[in-house]
């Protein structure tokens, strides 16, 4: 009988690949996939430079702890894989994790509600409550094409800076935590940020932005929400995929 990956990597790791095939089960049931395409990442707890990402041609939906494919910042495959991983993913997660060492996942999505505000000049506004939590924590990047060059790498790091998030003009977003659940935690107040602010503008009515003084304000009061809320958060949130679908666990 073949040994199972579980049985050659450390109970961290294996706990890791649970956590991030659980946030790619989570994107999906949000909607928030496209296709094979997008991508979130982990860093693999220990001295080694490696980082767990999707298997290139699996939906969000089949990916599971297992298929996840374990690569160091070089793009070597440091794991036994059948599949290739995503060039554009490549580059764009792995000057993340060599840059920010204290980010332990990145998540990265094309939804429409995030294209629409990264494709909009004064990008996200401070609209609502949900958007104040991150409004002083936001970076933007310009568009350089589909991400495949190594060249773009400082560009990114530099414009992310230490932020939580990253808006990639005409492109989509980018978020990043210190653990699996802190990142969809502010990915997902991200997305609906996005979301309320597309749908505000499309009521046709003069928006109400606040003011620098408050985005500040409410930050420091959500700021706590992103340790132990989060971790609050991501236990529902691995309950929640267990019922409906636990198969994401093997």
Not at 6 to 13: F, K, L, N, T
Not at 127 to 147: F, N, R
Not at 168 to 187: C, D, E, F, P, W
């Amino acid at each position: 009988m073949t040994e199972s990956l579980q049985a050659r990597v450390s109970p961290e790791e294996w706990q890791t690949r649970i956590d991030l095939a659980c946030a790619y089960r989570l994107i999906a049931h949000h909607g928030w996939d496209d296709l094979i395409f997008t991508h979130l990442s982990a860093r693999v707890p220990g001295p080694d430079e490696h980082f767990l990402i999707n298997p290139l041609g699996l939906f969000f939906d089949e990916i599971t702890a297992s298929s996840l494919v374990k690569v160091d910042l070089n793009g070597v495959k440091v794991s036994d894989s059948p599949y290739m991983i995503n060039p554009a993913g490549f580059v764009i997660h792995s000057c993340v994790h060599a840059a920010r060492h204290d980010v332990g996942a990145v998540f990265h999505t094309h939804t429409v509600a995030g294209v629409a505000v990264a494709s909009q000049k004064q990008g996200l506004l401070p609209l609502s409550q949900t958007e104040l939590q991150l409004h002083t924590k936001v970076g933007y990047h310009d568009y350089e094409g589909i991400a495949l060059d190594a060249d773009e790498q400082p560009r990114l790091v530099a414009n992310l800076g230490d932020n939580f998030a990253l808006i990639l003009r005409n492109h989509g977003l980018l978020s990043v935590g210190k653990t699996v659940g802190q990142a969809y935690l502010i990915h997902f107040l991200l997305e609906k940020a996005c979301a309320i602010q597309v749908a505000a503008q499309s009521g046709g009515a003069e928006l109400l932005p606040a003011n620098q003084a408050m985005a500040t304000r409410v930050h420091d009061q959500a700021v706590a929400a992103f340790g132990f809320g989060a971790q609050l958060t991501w236990a529902a949130a691995l309950r929640k995929m267990e019922r409906l679908d636990p198969s994401f666990k093997t």
